[in-house]
């Protein structure tokens, strides 16, 4: 092993998946489960969104009450949206404790 890699923490290791500003992506916490691969959700930007997860990661990711999200809001209806990624609790905390996550939805 390395003398560098010896002397890092774990957290330093981690490539998190950011959302992207020019994409209209923005992070949101799953409020309510509603069946059928859609949920409620609120929003960074103080809005909340009736969510979907789309087939390509319906096996992927299970999501739950109080997760952190990665969403894309339609262009079509501003009240829906699609959901991009999940983040995991650690994944979570992480971003926290990173001051990465906004306030209102900071709530790990």
């Keep these: 092993m390395n003398q560098k890699n ?3 923490s774990p957290e330093e290791q981690f490539r998190l998946r ?3 500003k020019n994409s209209n992506e923005l992070f949101a916490i799953a409020e309510q489960l ?4 859609r949920m409620k959700v609120v929003c960074a930007d103080g809005k909340s969104r ?3 997860i789309p087939g390509r990661m319906k ?7 109080g997760d952190l ?5 339609w262009d079509i209806q501003d009240n829906k949206a699609d959901v991009l990624y999940r983040y995991t609790k650690t994944q979570s ?4 404790r990173r001051n990465l996550i906004p306030e209102n939805l900071n709530v790990f």
């Design 93 to 96: 905390r992480i971003l926290s």
């Design 6 to 8: 010896k002397h890092q």
């Design 34 to 37: 509603m069946g059928g691969s």
């Design 59 to 65: 096996r992927r990711a299970r999501v739950r009450t």
């Design 18 to 20: 950011l959302p992207k």
């Design 69 to 73: 999200l990665i969403i894309v809001p």
């Design 50 to 52: 009736l969510a979907r």
